[in-house]
Protein backbone atom coordinates (compact mmCIF):
# COMPACT_ATOMS: atom_id res chain seq x y z
CA UNK A 1 0.00 0.00 0.00
CA UNK A 2 2.92 2.37 0.31
CA UNK A 3 4.40 2.14 -2.95
CA UNK A 4 1.08 2.91 -4.08
CA UNK A 5 0.77 5.95 -2.28
CA UNK A 6 4.31 6.99 -3.64
CA UNK A 7 3.69 5.92 -7.11
CA UNK A 8 0.62 8.47 -7.02
CA UNK A 9 2.46 11.29 -5.75
CA UNK A 10 4.98 10.89 -8.16
CA UNK A 11 2.83 11.00 -10.99
CA UNK A 12 0.99 14.01 -9.36
CA UNK A 13 4.13 15.85 -9.23
CA UNK A 14 4.85 14.73 -12.94
CA UNK A 15 1.68 16.62 -13.87
CA UNK A 16 2.41 19.86 -12.26
CA UNK A 17 5.33 20.30 -14.09
CA UNK A 18 4.45 19.26 -18.16
CA UNK A 19 1.37 21.76 -16.89
CA UNK A 20 4.11 24.71 -16.05
CA UNK A 21 5.74 23.49 -19.22
CA UNK A 22 2.66 23.99 -21.35
CA UNK A 23 2.20 27.18 -19.24
CA UNK A 24 5.43 28.55 -19.94
CA UNK A 25 4.73 32.72 -21.00
CA UNK A 26 6.62 32.29 -24.58
CA UNK A 27 3.83 29.03 -25.18
CA UNK A 28 1.07 31.70 -24.02
CA UNK A 29 2.72 34.89 -26.36
CA UNK A 30 2.89 32.54 -29.61
CA UNK A 31 -1.15 31.44 -28.97
CA UNK A 32 -2.36 35.24 -28.39
CA UNK A 33 -0.21 35.98 -31.73
CA UNK A 34 -1.84 33.06 -33.67
CA UNK A 35 -5.46 33.99 -33.03
CA UNK A 36 -5.15 37.73 -33.49
CA UNK A 37 -3.19 36.77 -36.92
CA UNK A 38 -6.35 34.34 -37.56
CA UNK A 39 -8.84 36.74 -36.62
CA UNK A 40 -7.39 39.43 -38.56
CA UNK A 41 -7.30 37.13 -41.46
CA UNK A 42 -10.95 35.92 -41.09
CA UNK A 43 -12.35 39.88 -40.94
CA UNK A 44 -10.18 40.68 -44.22
CA UNK A 45 -11.86 37.50 -46.04
CA UNK A 46 -14.92 38.51 -45.01
CA UNK A 47 -14.46 42.01 -46.15
CA UNK A 48 -13.42 41.29 -49.21
CA UNK A 49 -15.56 38.61 -50.61
CA UNK A 50 -18.58 39.70 -52.76
CA UNK A 51 -20.97 37.31 -51.09
CA UNK A 52 -20.55 39.18 -47.79
CA UNK A 53 -20.87 42.61 -48.32
CA UNK A 54 -24.01 44.57 -47.14
CA UNK A 55 -25.53 47.01 -49.62
CA UNK A 56 -25.61 50.78 -48.64
CA UNK A 57 -29.28 51.34 -48.38
CA UNK A 58 -28.94 55.62 -49.95
CA UNK A 59 -30.28 58.00 -47.01
CA UNK A 60 -32.48 61.15 -48.40
CA UNK A 61 -29.77 64.06 -49.28
CA UNK A 62 -30.13 67.24 -46.81
CA UNK A 63 -31.17 70.15 -48.06
CA UNK A 64 -27.65 71.61 -48.37
CA UNK A 65 -26.38 68.46 -50.28
CA UNK A 66 -29.04 68.42 -52.72
CA UNK A 67 -28.82 72.26 -53.91
CA UNK A 68 -24.74 71.54 -53.76
CA UNK A 69 -25.61 69.13 -56.36
CA UNK A 70 -27.66 70.82 -58.05
CA UNK A 71 -25.21 73.59 -58.52
CA UNK A 72 -22.73 71.38 -59.17
CA UNK A 73 -24.91 69.46 -62.00
CA UNK A 74 -25.57 72.99 -63.39
CA UNK A 75 -21.64 74.34 -63.63
CA UNK A 76 -20.62 71.08 -65.42
CA UNK A 77 -23.93 71.19 -68.29
CA UNK A 78 -22.48 74.77 -68.65
CA UNK A 79 -18.99 73.78 -69.22
CA UNK A 80 -19.39 71.46 -70.81
CA UNK A 81 -22.32 73.19 -73.70
CA UNK A 82 -19.46 75.90 -73.41
CA UNK A 83 -16.90 73.16 -74.72
CA UNK A 84 -19.05 72.09 -77.09
CA UNK A 85 -20.04 74.56 -78.83
CA UNK A 86 -16.81 76.39 -78.88
CA UNK A 87 -17.33 80.17 -79.00
CA UNK A 88 -15.09 80.40 -82.08
CA UNK A 89 -13.88 78.06 -84.34
CA UNK A 90 -9.84 77.12 -84.86
CA UNK A 91 -8.93 79.66 -87.46
CA UNK A 92 -5.69 79.56 -89.04
CA UNK A 93 -5.82 83.90 -89.49
CA UNK A 94 -6.53 84.12 -85.62
CA UNK A 95 -3.91 84.63 -83.55
CA UNK A 96 -2.15 81.45 -82.22
CA UNK A 97 -2.00 83.17 -78.56
CA UNK A 98 -5.33 83.90 -78.59
CA UNK A 99 -6.21 80.29 -79.70
CA UNK A 100 -3.94 79.09 -76.80
CA UNK A 101 -5.95 81.28 -74.39
CA UNK A 102 -9.61 80.01 -75.72
CA UNK A 103 -8.34 76.41 -75.71
CA UNK A 104 -9.91 74.37 -72.17
CA UNK A 105 -7.18 73.71 -69.91
CA UNK A 106 -6.94 69.95 -67.99
CA UNK A 107 -7.55 70.72 -64.49
CA UNK A 108 -4.13 69.94 -62.32
CA UNK A 109 -6.01 67.34 -60.34
CA UNK A 110 -7.98 65.56 -62.99
CA UNK A 111 -11.64 64.98 -62.90
CA UNK A 112 -13.23 66.64 -60.50
CA UNK A 113 -15.67 64.98 -58.06
CA UNK A 114 -18.45 66.77 -57.97
CA UNK A 115 -18.62 68.71 -61.64
CA UNK A 116 -17.42 65.85 -63.77
CA UNK A 117 -15.04 68.15 -65.24
CA UNK A 118 -11.59 67.43 -66.84
CA UNK A 119 -11.00 70.71 -68.79
CA UNK A 120 -11.75 74.32 -67.40
CA UNK A 121 -12.79 76.54 -70.65
CA UNK A 122 -11.32 79.70 -70.23
CA UNK A 123 -13.45 82.98 -69.24
CA UNK A 124 -13.62 85.17 -72.10
CA UNK A 125 -17.11 87.55 -72.89
CA UNK A 126 -18.95 86.32 -75.58
CA UNK A 127 -19.32 90.00 -77.38
CA UNK A 128 -15.92 89.91 -78.27
CA UNK A 129 -16.64 87.28 -80.91
CA UNK A 130 -20.12 89.17 -81.97
CA UNK A 131 -19.33 90.56 -84.80
CA UNK A 132 -16.07 90.98 -87.25
CA UNK A 133 -14.89 94.33 -86.33
CA UNK A 134 -14.62 93.62 -82.35
CA UNK A 135 -13.16 90.26 -83.46
CA UNK A 136 -10.35 91.97 -85.36
CA UNK A 137 -9.47 94.13 -82.60
CA UNK A 138 -9.53 91.44 -80.32
CA UNK A 139 -7.05 89.72 -82.77
CA UNK A 140 -4.80 92.45 -82.89
CA UNK A 141 -4.86 93.24 -79.00
CA UNK A 142 -3.64 89.16 -78.96
CA UNK A 143 -0.99 89.43 -81.26
CA UNK A 144 2.06 89.67 -79.54
CA UNK A 145 5.64 88.11 -79.10
CA UNK A 146 4.99 85.78 -75.95
CA UNK A 147 7.57 86.35 -72.97
CA UNK A 148 8.68 89.60 -74.97
CA UNK A 149 6.85 93.63 -74.03
CA UNK A 150 3.72 94.07 -75.01
CA UNK A 151 3.38 96.08 -77.71
CA UNK A 152 1.83 99.68 -77.81
CA UNK A 153 -2.22 99.50 -77.98
CA UNK A 154 -3.14 102.16 -75.28
CA UNK A 155 -6.20 102.89 -76.76
CA UNK A 156 -7.47 98.87 -77.65
CA UNK A 157 -8.29 97.82 -74.20
CA UNK A 158 -10.87 100.83 -74.27
CA UNK A 159 -12.41 100.07 -77.57
CA UNK A 160 -13.11 96.45 -76.47
CA UNK A 161 -14.70 97.05 -73.51
CA UNK A 162 -16.46 99.69 -74.90
CA UNK A 163 -17.86 97.14 -77.12
CA UNK A 164 -18.92 94.89 -74.34
CA UNK A 165 -15.96 92.67 -74.82
CA UNK A 166 -14.77 92.13 -71.19
CA UNK A 167 -13.48 90.18 -69.25
CA UNK A 168 -10.31 90.43 -71.66
CA UNK A 169 -7.85 87.24 -72.63
CA UNK A 170 -4.88 87.54 -70.42
CA UNK A 171 -1.23 88.09 -72.43
CA UNK A 172 2.10 86.61 -71.83
CA UNK A 173 3.82 89.67 -72.36
CA UNK A 174 5.20 92.34 -70.38
CA UNK A 175 3.91 95.09 -69.13
CA UNK A 176 5.19 99.11 -70.41
CA UNK A 177 6.02 101.78 -67.96
CA UNK A 178 3.62 104.85 -68.09
CA UNK A 179 2.69 105.79 -71.49
CA UNK A 180 3.42 109.64 -70.82
CA UNK A 181 4.46 112.09 -68.41
CA UNK A 182 0.88 112.56 -66.42
CA UNK A 183 -0.69 116.16 -67.10
CA UNK A 184 -1.19 118.44 -64.17
CA UNK A 185 -4.41 120.37 -65.63
CA UNK A 186 -7.04 119.20 -67.92
CA UNK A 187 -7.67 116.22 -66.04
CA UNK A 188 -10.66 116.94 -64.64
CA UNK A 189 -9.87 117.51 -61.26
CA UNK A 190 -12.73 119.77 -59.49
CA UNK A 191 -11.73 120.60 -55.80
CA UNK A 192 -14.88 122.78 -54.73
CA UNK A 193 -17.26 120.10 -56.05
CA UNK A 194 -19.42 118.29 -53.13
CA UNK A 195 -17.49 121.10 -50.80
CA UNK A 196 -19.25 124.25 -51.45
CA UNK A 197 -22.69 124.49 -52.86
CA UNK A 198 -23.34 125.76 -56.14
CA UNK A 199 -26.70 124.55 -57.24
CA UNK A 200 -29.64 123.22 -55.41
CA UNK A 201 -29.69 119.44 -56.98
CA UNK A 202 -26.11 119.18 -55.68
CA UNK A 203 -25.58 117.75 -52.13
CA UNK A 204 -22.40 118.20 -49.67
CA UNK A 205 -20.55 115.47 -48.69
CA UNK A 206 -20.77 116.95 -45.08
CA UNK A 207 -24.80 116.89 -45.37
CA UNK A 208 -25.17 113.25 -46.66
CA UNK A 209 -22.53 111.75 -43.70
CA UNK A 210 -24.77 114.07 -41.47
CA UNK A 211 -28.05 112.20 -42.99
CA UNK A 212 -25.56 108.71 -42.39
CA UNK A 213 -25.26 109.27 -38.48
CA UNK A 214 -28.58 110.19 -37.43
CA UNK A 215 -29.61 106.75 -39.36
CA UNK A 216 -26.65 105.20 -37.25
CA UNK A 217 -24.81 104.60 -40.61
CA UNK A 218 -21.21 104.00 -40.15
CA UNK A 219 -19.87 104.80 -44.10
CA UNK A 220 -16.77 102.81 -44.31
CA UNK A 221 -15.98 101.94 -47.93
CA UNK A 222 -17.74 103.18 -51.06
CA UNK A 223 -18.15 102.59 -54.65
CA UNK A 224 -18.46 105.30 -57.04
CA UNK A 225 -19.71 104.49 -60.68
CA UNK A 226 -17.81 106.14 -63.43
CA UNK A 227 -16.23 107.99 -61.50
CA UNK A 228 -14.22 110.24 -64.08
CA UNK A 229 -10.99 111.51 -61.97
CA UNK A 230 -12.14 110.30 -58.82
CA UNK A 231 -12.70 113.87 -57.40
CA UNK A 232 -15.36 112.15 -55.11
CA UNK A 233 -13.04 109.72 -53.58
CA UNK A 234 -10.68 112.20 -52.85
CA UNK A 235 -13.51 114.03 -51.02
CA UNK A 236 -14.27 111.01 -48.98
CA UNK A 237 -10.41 110.10 -48.26
CA UNK A 238 -10.28 113.37 -46.25
CA UNK A 239 -13.07 112.01 -44.16
CA UNK A 240 -11.61 108.72 -43.62
CA UNK A 241 -13.89 106.69 -46.11
CA UNK A 242 -12.54 104.41 -48.92
CA UNK A 243 -14.24 104.74 -52.30
CA UNK A 244 -13.42 102.51 -55.16
CA UNK A 245 -13.86 104.36 -58.59
CA UNK A 246 -14.58 102.57 -61.83
CA UNK A 247 -12.60 104.29 -64.64
CA UNK A 248 -12.73 104.66 -68.31
CA UNK A 249 -9.84 106.12 -70.32
CA UNK A 250 -11.40 109.13 -71.99
CA UNK A 251 -10.29 110.57 -75.75
CA UNK A 252 -6.88 108.90 -75.02
CA UNK A 253 -6.24 110.33 -71.32
CA UNK A 254 -4.62 108.13 -68.74
CA UNK A 255 -7.07 108.32 -66.26
CA UNK A 256 -6.55 105.01 -64.90
CA UNK A 257 -3.00 106.05 -64.49
CA UNK A 258 -4.01 109.72 -63.22
CA UNK A 259 -6.06 108.40 -60.36
CA UNK A 260 -3.60 105.88 -59.14
CA UNK A 261 -0.96 108.76 -59.25
CA UNK A 262 -3.69 110.33 -56.70
CA UNK A 263 -3.41 107.79 -54.08
CA UNK A 264 -7.24 105.99 -55.31
CA UNK A 265 -7.91 103.25 -56.49
CA UNK A 266 -9.19 102.83 -60.15
CA UNK A 267 -11.04 100.20 -61.86
CA UNK A 268 -11.10 99.61 -65.03
CA UNK A 269 -14.74 98.78 -65.42
CA UNK A 270 -17.56 99.80 -67.93
CA UNK A 271 -20.58 100.58 -66.84
CA UNK A 272 -22.27 97.99 -68.32
CA UNK A 273 -20.16 95.06 -66.72
CA UNK A 274 -21.73 92.81 -63.34
CA UNK A 275 -19.98 94.68 -60.30
CA UNK A 276 -16.64 92.33 -59.66
CA UNK A 277 -17.91 92.35 -55.77
CA UNK A 278 -19.17 90.32 -53.31
CA UNK A 279 -23.00 90.73 -52.11
CA UNK A 280 -23.80 93.86 -49.80
CA UNK A 281 -19.90 94.57 -49.82
CA UNK A 282 -20.10 98.25 -49.86
CA UNK A 283 -21.75 100.99 -47.11
CA UNK A 284 -22.52 103.49 -50.16
CA UNK A 285 -23.15 103.61 -53.70
CA UNK A 286 -22.21 106.84 -55.59
CA UNK A 287 -23.94 106.98 -58.84
CA UNK A 288 -22.57 109.97 -61.07
CA UNK A 289 -24.26 111.95 -63.57
CA UNK A 290 -24.18 110.04 -67.00
CA UNK A 291 -23.79 106.50 -64.62
CA UNK A 292 -27.48 105.86 -64.87
CA UNK A 293 -28.03 106.25 -68.94
CA UNK A 294 -24.67 104.59 -69.37
CA UNK A 295 -25.77 101.34 -67.34
CA UNK A 296 -26.41 99.99 -70.69
CA UNK A 297 -23.99 98.84 -73.13
CA UNK A 298 -23.86 102.18 -75.42
CA UNK A 299 -21.96 100.07 -78.23
CA UNK A 300 -24.57 97.12 -78.25
CA UNK A 301 -27.53 99.92 -78.55
CA UNK A 302 -28.74 99.43 -75.18
CA UNK A 303 -28.13 102.58 -73.27
CA UNK A 304 -31.13 104.72 -72.16
CA UNK A 305 -33.37 101.57 -72.58
CA UNK A 306 -35.61 100.61 -69.50
CA UNK A 307 -34.01 97.29 -69.11
CA UNK A 308 -30.65 98.40 -69.42
CA UNK A 309 -31.58 100.30 -66.30
CA UNK A 310 -32.85 97.72 -64.81
CA UNK A 311 -29.97 95.62 -65.00
CA UNK A 312 -27.93 98.14 -63.67
CA UNK A 313 -29.64 99.41 -60.89
CA UNK A 314 -30.17 95.42 -59.76
CA UNK A 315 -27.04 94.98 -59.87
CA UNK A 316 -26.38 98.21 -57.61
CA UNK A 317 -28.52 96.97 -55.23
CA UNK A 318 -26.79 93.68 -55.11
CA UNK A 319 -23.47 95.05 -54.19
CA UNK A 320 -25.26 97.88 -51.81
CA UNK A 321 -25.65 96.26 -47.53
CA UNK A 322 -28.61 95.97 -46.49
CA UNK A 323 -28.86 99.52 -44.30
CA UNK A 324 -26.64 101.30 -47.05
CA UNK A 325 -26.50 104.36 -48.66
CA UNK A 326 -27.50 105.35 -52.66
CA UNK A 327 -26.21 108.51 -53.58
CA UNK A 328 -27.94 109.24 -56.98
CA UNK A 329 -25.98 112.31 -57.82
CA UNK A 330 -27.64 115.31 -60.11
CA UNK A 331 -28.58 113.04 -63.05
CA UNK A 332 -30.28 114.48 -66.16
CA UNK A 333 -33.73 113.66 -67.14
CA UNK A 334 -33.76 114.37 -70.64
CA UNK A 335 -37.79 114.34 -70.56
CA UNK A 336 -40.38 114.29 -67.64
CA UNK A 337 -41.35 110.78 -69.05
CA UNK A 338 -37.54 109.27 -68.56
CA UNK A 339 -37.73 111.00 -65.27
CA UNK A 340 -40.92 109.09 -64.24
CA UNK A 341 -38.98 105.74 -65.33
CA UNK A 342 -36.46 106.44 -63.07
CA UNK A 343 -38.63 107.10 -60.46
CA UNK A 344 -40.71 104.13 -60.73
CA UNK A 345 -37.57 101.42 -60.66
CA UNK A 346 -36.54 103.23 -57.69
CA UNK A 347 -39.82 102.61 -55.97
CA UNK A 348 -39.16 98.83 -56.67
CA UNK A 349 -36.59 98.91 -54.38
CA UNK A 350 -38.12 99.58 -51.41
CA UNK A 351 -35.40 102.40 -50.14
CA UNK A 352 -36.19 105.16 -47.13
CA UNK A 353 -36.03 108.52 -48.76
CA UNK A 354 -33.60 110.39 -46.61
CA UNK A 355 -33.19 113.47 -49.34
CA UNK A 356 -34.83 113.86 -52.58
CA UNK A 357 -34.53 116.90 -54.61
CA UNK A 358 -35.99 117.52 -58.21
CA UNK A 359 -34.75 120.80 -60.04
CA UNK A 360 -34.54 122.13 -63.51
CA UNK A 361 -32.15 123.51 -65.09
CA UNK A 362 -32.30 125.37 -68.90
CA UNK A 363 -29.75 122.99 -71.51
CA UNK A 364 -27.01 125.11 -72.49
CA UNK A 365 -27.99 126.32 -76.26
CA UNK A 366 -31.25 124.42 -76.45
CA UNK A 367 -34.75 126.30 -75.59
CA UNK A 368 -35.25 122.90 -73.48
CA UNK A 369 -35.01 122.40 -69.91
CA UNK A 370 -33.63 119.83 -68.31
CA UNK A 371 -35.12 118.05 -65.00
CA UNK A 372 -32.08 116.93 -62.21
CA UNK A 373 -32.61 114.00 -59.70
CA UNK A 374 -30.74 113.97 -56.59
CA UNK A 375 -31.87 111.36 -54.08
CA UNK A 376 -30.13 109.68 -50.99
CA UNK A 377 -31.81 106.76 -49.77
CA UNK A 378 -30.99 104.17 -47.38
CA UNK A 379 -31.15 100.08 -48.34
CA UNK A 380 -33.94 98.11 -46.27
CA UNK A 381 -32.85 94.63 -45.05
CA UNK A 382 -34.92 91.98 -46.45
CA UNK A 383 -35.70 88.75 -45.10
Not at 130 to 150: D, I, K, N
Request: hydrophobic share 45%; with cysteine.
Amino acid sequence: MGSVSLNVASSRRGGRRGLACLCSPALLNLLVLLSLLSTNLLALLAFLSPHTRTPIVPTAPTSSSSSSSAISAQVAAIAREIDATRLVPHRADLPPELLLFLSPHALPLGRDARTGLTHMPASVAHACFRSPSTLALLSSFASYAPHAVCPRNDTLPHRLISKGCEPLPRRRCLSRGPRTPLPSSNMGVDGRRWVKPRHDHEFLINDVLRLAGAASIKIRIGLDVAGGAANFAARMRERGVTVVTTVLDNAGKPMNEFVAARGLFPLLLSPAHRFPFYDGVFDLVHVGTTALDEGGAPALGQAGTEEALEFFMFDVDRVLRAGGLLWIDSYMCRSEERRQVVVKLIGRFGYKKLKWVTAEKASAGSAKTAIYLSAVLQKPARS
